[in-house]
Every structure is written in C-alpha cells, then in structure tokens.
C-alpha cells in the first residue's frame, strides 16, 4: 500500500539528517519496511555538503519526502521543520543513524488507539543499542506509563528520540524541539510535554536499534553537554527543587555531570581504538575537572588508556563474570 500525494497519512516520519549519506539509507529502509504503511517519511536535510539529497531522491517509494535546508540549522531546527511539513495525526521521530524494527509504528499506534486515558498522546518503546567499537548490543529495560513528570524531573531520559512517537497537535502546542538547546532537545521536550498533562504510553518491547558511535555525534561532544547541562539547570533546576526537594536536585546534578564524563570516555575509547594515545590522555585529564561526580569513569578510563582496548575489555569480561557468579542463578547475591 502506497500513499498517494493527495492523501493524509496517519503517522508521519520525521528523518533530520546531515552529511550522513552512508547511514541515512538504512534508516529510510526501516521506515519502508513497516508492516504499518498508512505513512510518510519526512527527511529533513539540513544543509549536508555530501550526496545526502541524491541517497533520498533515489527513494522511488512516494511516501519518501525531501524537505531541504539551505544551511545547517541544527537538530532542533531540522525536526521542528518535519514537524510544520507532517501531515499526519501522528509524529515518530527516528535520527539518520537509528533504525526501527518492522512492527514499531504497528504497535505504538495500536496502543495510542487502545489506551483507556485520554489524555496519552504520547508513546515510546525500549531499544537495542548496538555499539559499534564493541560490536556488542543490549536492551534498555524500564518503562513508565501515564503522568511521568515526576519521572523525568528525576533525571530518566530514554537514550533517543527514535523510539517516540507523539500526537502532532501536542508537539504544536508545546511548541515542539528548543532551537537554543545544543543537546538533550529531546528530554526537554518530554519535560514540557509531560507537564502540560500530556500522558506517556509504552510498547514494553525493544522495537528499534540505536547505534553508537563516536563519529560525528555532537550530542557526544563534552563541551555541547557542558553547555546543554547549564540551560537545562536554568530551565528545569527550580521545578526540581520544587517538586522534589534540594536533594533530589543534587542528584539530578550529578546525573548531568555523569552524562558529561560518559562523553569523555566514548572519546577515550575512540582514541584507544584507532591508537590515539595522547588524544585519550588529553581526554582523560579533562575529565579530572569534574571530579568528584564520577570517579567510576576516570578510573575505567584511566585503566583503559594504561591497558589498552584488548586487555581492558578482558578485564571488564572477568569481573562481569565474577559478578554474574555471585549473584547466583536468580539473579540475586547469594
């Protein structure tokens, strides 16, 4: 089943890409292999230098379209713009490096259309991420359902956009992605969207695989999370402190300077891998300036530089197993 051009579909795929011509074809793939077609997929180039738009245009499927930036705006800009292009009731979100499993819009709007509140217009599922370094993939675990707000203050930000998908007129009203935000546009976005009593509903199964990489990712970039840290704390410390105490605020503090740590050591082992050795010691040291928040990073880190990547990850491979032994069979210490 095709869309014509005259008809409105029900789901609408918003694809912000730049320069990632070599990876944005699989996630278009993905979108065309849904076993729900009642869509179109929105791919939103944002100024690319490279054959971005010639990958796109070679789509024959007629659901494919190309809206194209003159400069690149950022990711804000790129999905607000697919948003003000949809025209279906429903937007799914799914960046140039990500890719959907065949049944995710299947599901998601089966249960957007069964759910028993009125008030959900939001819904997500949990993921695969596959890390290319490691060639290693896991899954996220945990969903929450219905007023999350709280959930969010919290610090819980599922690890991409690509797994949600959103009622269009909510993203409207909210005024969808922050175009001054360098990061984390997305966990503003749920913030906001959550506490104008927009409700979350969940699809309990990884429907998509996320992809980890350290090439051109600039929400990877430490010094944007820096950045992205402190709006966030203006926008979203005082309701913190508010709503759930000083405390809780702390905590949420550190989470950020964790997220930042974790940027620098998916530096430190990009180095390590393509044997940049002073670069990872260059990255490493930087990490010092926001101890004492994450300890745990600067000493993997420090091991992973002095080990190397072999030796390192045999290590991580032993005390995994050491611990999986003493948690015994059901999971638990034994």
Same mark, same amino acid.
């Given at each position: 089943? &095709?869309?014509?051009?005259?008809?409105?579909? $029900?789901?609408?795929?918003?694809?912000?890409?730049?320069?990632?011509?070599?990876? #944005?074809?699989?996630?278009?793939?993905?979108? =065309?292999?849904?076993?729900? +077609?009642?869509?179109?997929?929105?791919?939103?180039?944002?100024?690319?230098?490279?054959?971005?738009?010639?990958?796109?245009?070679?789509?024959?499927? %007629?659901? !494919?379209?190309?809206?194209?930036?003159?400069?690149?705006?950022?990711?804000?800009?790129?999905?607000?713009?697919?948003?003000?292009?949809?025209?279906?009731?429903?937007?799914?979100?799914?960046?140039?490096?990500?890719?959907?499993?065949?049944? /995710?819009?299947?599901?998601?709007?089966?249960?957007?259309?069964?759910?028993?509140?009125?008030?959900?217009?939001? !819904?997500?599922?949990?993921?695969? #991420? &596959?890390?290319?370094?490691?060639?290693?993939?896991?899954?996220?675990?945990?969903?929450?359902?219905?007023?999350?707000?709280? &959930?969010?203050?919290?610090?819980?930000?599922? %690890?991409? +956009?690509? *797994?949600?998908?959103? /009622?269009? $007129?909510?993203?409207?009203?909210?005024?969808?992605?922050?175009?001054?935000?360098?990061?984390?546009?997305?966990?503003?976005?749920? *913030?906001?969207?959550?506490?104008?009593?927009?409700?979350?509903?969940? !699809?309990?199964?990884?429907?998509?695989?996320? &992809?980890?990489?350290?090439?051109?990712?600039?929400?990877?970039?430490?010094?944007?999370?820096?950045?992205? $840290?402190?709006?966030?704390?203006?926008?979203?410390?005082?309701?913190?402190?508010?709503?759930?105490?000083?405390?809780?605020?702390?905590?949420?503090?550190?989470?950020?300077?964790?997220?930042?740590?974790?940027?620098?050591?998916?530096?430190?082992?990009?180095?390590?891998?393509?044997?940049?050795?002073?670069?990872?010691?260059?990255?490493? *040291?930087?990490?010092?300036?926001? =101890?004492?928040? $994450?300890?745990?990073?600067?000493?993997?880190?420090?091991?992973? !530089?002095?080990?190397?990547?072999?030796?390192?990850?045999?290590?991580?491979?032993?005390?995994?197993?050491?611990?999986?032994?003493?948690?015994? +069979?059901?999971?638990?210490?034994?």
């Amino acid at each position: 089943m &095709h869309i014509s051009g005259n008809r409105t579909p $029900s789901v609408s795929v918003v694809i912000p890409t730049h320069n990632r011509a070599q990876l #944005v074809a699989r996630s278009i793939e993905s979108v =065309l292999a849904q076993t729900f +077609p009642d869509l179109e997929c929105i791919v939103v180039d944002d100024g690319s230098t490279d054959n971005t738009a010639e990958v796109v245009r070679g789509f024959q499927d %007629p659901r !494919v379209r190309l809206v194209t930036l003159p400069t690149n705006c950022g990711l804000s800009r790129a999905r607000n713009e697919g948003i003000r292009a949809a025209r279906g009731e429903f937007v799914a979100f799914l960046d140039d490096d990500d890719e959907w499993l065949p049944r /995710k819009l299947d599901m998601q709007v089966a249960r957007l259309r069964e759910a028993d509140d009125p008030r959900a217009t939001v !819904v997500y599922c949990r993921c695969y #991420v &596959h890390d290319a370094l490691t060639g290693r993939t896991t899954q996220t675990s945990g969903v929450y359902e219905g007023d999350i707000f709280g &959930h969010l203050l919290r610090g819980w930000h599922p %690890p991409t +956009p690509s *797994l949600f998908m959103v /009622k269009r $007129s909510s993203l409207l009203e909210v005024g969808g992605f922050d175009e001054g935000l360098p990061c984390a546009q997305d966990y503003d976005l749920w *913030l906001r969207l959550a506490e104008a009593s927009n409700h979350f509903a969940a !699809v309990n199964e990884p429907l998509a695989v996320k &992809h980890e990489h350290a090439e051109g990712h600039m929400s990877a970039d430490p010094a944007v999370r820096v950045r992205g $840290s402190e709006i966030l704390d203006r926008k979203w410390g005082p309701a913190i402190t508010r709503h759930l105490g000083p405390k809780a605020y702390r905590r949420w503090k550190a989470r950020r300077c964790g997220n930042v740590q974790s940027a620098h050591f998916k530096r430190v082992r990009y180095a390590v891998a393509h044997g940049q050795r002073i670069e990872a010691w260059r990255h490493w *040291l930087a990490m010092w300036r926001l =101890l004492p928040w $994450s300890r745990r990073n600067v000493l993997q880190a420090f091991a992973l !530089v002095t080990l190397g990547q072999g030796a390192y990850g045999a290590l991580a491979r032993a005390k995994g197993a050491i611990l999986r032994r003493a948690r015994g +069979p059901s999971g638990a210490p034994s």
